[in-house]
């Protein structure tokens, strides 16, 4: 089983440019968030009772990519992943009332069922920035926001919540604001700590 890389933070912070950058660097199997593919991703972003579909239709597209992930010879590496998914969006998303109890309860049960199957990411690569450069991000990007720059302070909690129960030693955090999204700076440093996973 091969190990796995999951790059998170809030929406506009630069996940998926970061993946990129990595992929060109090494030689990682990887997989995106796939906004435009996704069924209900633009029903939601229109309707509100699109909600739960779309959360379900995630946590089980993440639970895929990690179990193709997990089977290839490669190290993996995600952008965003099944955790950020539920602790960070399915979150936000009650936290809005765009999710009812039960929904979000569902959710949770839905989570906590693949999590039990599948290994957690042996690395999480956190990347935070400030609200300007996250809303300079969110702005110049040709994709569906569910999320909007006013949701990165309670993304921001809600990831901070959850990171305090994974050990110490298995997260890099990075604070990519002052950096281009080609990432030469954030680059060397993840591949140090994967170096030093594998000793």
Not at 1 to 27: C, E, F, P, R
Not at 30 to 36: K, M, S, V
């Amino acid at each position: 089983m091969s190990k796995l890389i999951a790059i998170v933070g809030a929406s506009g912070v630069g996940k998926t440019a970061l993946v990129s950058a990595l992929a060109k660097a090494y030689d990682f199997e990887t997989a995106y968030e796939q906004h435009t593919e996704r069924p209900f991703q633009s029903l939601f972003k229109n309707d509100a009772r699109y909600a739960l579909a779309n959360q379900i239709d995630y946590l089980l597209l993440r639970a895929e990519q990690e179990r193709k992930l997990r089977e290839s010879r490669h190290i993996g590496l995600i952008d965003g992943g099944l955790d950020l998914d539920f602790y960070g969006f399915t979150r936000l998303f009650h936290r809005r009332f765009l999710l009812t109890d039960p929904e979000f309860d569902l959710c949770k049960r839905i989570y906590e069922l693949i999590r039990q199957s599948l290994p957690r990411p042996e690395l999480i690569v956190r990347l935070k920035a400030d609200e300007i450069t996250v809303a300079d991000r969110l702005s110049t990007r040709e994709r569906i926001n569910i999320a909007s720059a006013e949701d990165t302070s309670l993304l921001n909690a809600f990831l901070d919540a959850w990171l305090t129960s994974i050990p110490s030693d298995q997260i890099l955090e990075l604070n990519v604001s002052e950096e281009s999204l080609g990432y030469e700076k954030s680059i060397g440093i993840i591949l140090d700590k994967i170096k030093a996973l594998h000793n």
